[in-house]
């Protein structure tokens, strides 16, 4: 009896799954559409918000999920956006899925750097540690220019049209398109990350390390292989950001891009993916509002409402609308 009612419950704990998956699939698409009819002359910026989507959910995998603290995650978004721009500047390698892969590797190894160096220490420690590579990895990029362009960018990067067919246009509609098709593949193939042991070990591992360790887990090689995970992610949306804009530049390596995520995360809600994804559409939406309102007092505006969140919904916009709608539930039931 017992055996059959766990049975049952794990069926519908895994149908709810499912459905929150085609749930939020179905919200990327549908606010994807809305931002495509509403927003028809500046799909540059809609595209441009997909690529720090993928690097906020980067993120989120090895600070929410992990625990780790970092502001220097965009070496990896730097990194994958570097190694994609490189293989066609310098190497005539134009085919966007090649380009892609290569960012992914660029991300994932320069992941497996970071998080071995990161992962040596722990709380401002770490958080020291991360500023520090993040101004290493700039720093290199700036000296290395013979491949990287320095301070002027990497120019002269031409993707070729996707399967000989869709060619990125002026308007940006094919880069629209595919930064949202990968954006969707990312976002299940997470959801399922999170979701399996390896993921459910790195939660435990981000609340109670020791007690990991003491079962026979490993933290600190889980760590590693998240933060290499979370490389990959972020090199997809390095090398989105070099096909679409077809330059790569120093700020793709920049504190600011890493701090800016940070904010992001913090604004949707930490240990979620839908938090990630709606606290980058709501952050960049604002700030291309405000910043377009009044261009002399915008940044005013960005720090009250980055304040106003920290001091009245502490677990970020979706994180503190989730918990209210599951309170009402449980208050119903």
Same mark, same amino acid.
């Given at each position: ?107 994932? =190894?320069? @992941? *497996?750097? %970071? ?5 040596? +220490?722990?709380? /401002?420690?770490? $958080? #020291? !540690? ?116 077809? =330059?790569? @530049? *120093?700020? %793709? ?5 890493? +701090?800016?995520? /940070?904010?992001? $995360? #913090? !604004? ?66």
């Amino acid at each position: 009896m017992t055996l059959v009612m766990n049975n049952e419950t794990e069926r519908l704990r895994h149908r709810r799954a499912v459905n929150a998956d085609l749930l939020g699939v179905a919200a990327i698409t549908a606010i994807a559409a809305v931002g495509y009819f509403a927003f028809p002359d500046n799909l540059a910026l809609l595209t441009r918000m997909i690529t720090i989507a993928l690097l906020v959910l980067s993120l989120d995998l090895v600070t929410g999920y992990c625990g780790v603290a970092t502001l220097g995650h965009a070496a990896l978004f730097g990194s994958g956006a570097y190694a994609a721009g490189i293989l066609s500047a310098h190497y005539g390698i134009n085919d966007p899925l090649l380009m892609m892969l290569a960012g992914i590797s660029g991300g994932a =190894v320069a @992941g *497996l750097l %970071s998080g071995a160096i990161i992962l040596r +220490a722990h709380g /401002l420690p770490q $958080l #020291v !540690l991360s500023i520090a590579l993040i101004h290493l990895f700039h720093e290199f990029a700036n000296k290395a220019s013979a491949w990287t362009g320095g301070s002027d960018g990497l120019s002269g990067i031409a993707p070729d049209p996707i399967f000989g067919i869709f060619e990125f246009d002026l308007y940006g509609h094919t880069a629209f398109f595919f930064g949202m098709t990968l954006l969707v593949i990312v976002f299940v193939l997470l959801r399922l990350l999170v979701r399996s042991p390896f993921g459910m070990l790195c939660r435990g591992i981000r609340q109670d390390p020791l007690r990991i360790r003491a079962m026979g887990g490993s933290p600190k090689a889980a760590l590693i292989k998240m933060y290499v995970i979370s490389g990959a992610v972020a090199g997809v949306g390095g090398a989105l950001n070099a096909i679409s804009t077809q =330059v790569v @530049g *120093l700020d %793709s390596l920049s504190f600011t891009q890493s +701090a800016e995520a /940070l904010v992001m $995360l #913090v !604004l949707g809600g930490t240990g979620s993916l839908f938090g990630a994804l709606s606290g980058t559409v709501i952050f960049m939406f604002f700030e291309d509002y405000v910043s377009a309102a009044n261009p002399f007092h915008w940044l005013t505006m960005v720090g009250a409402l980055l304040i106003a969140v920290v001091l009245f919904a502490p677990k970020g916009l979706y994180g503190t609308a989730a918990a209210l709608i599951g309170r009402r539930k449980e208050t119903r039931a």
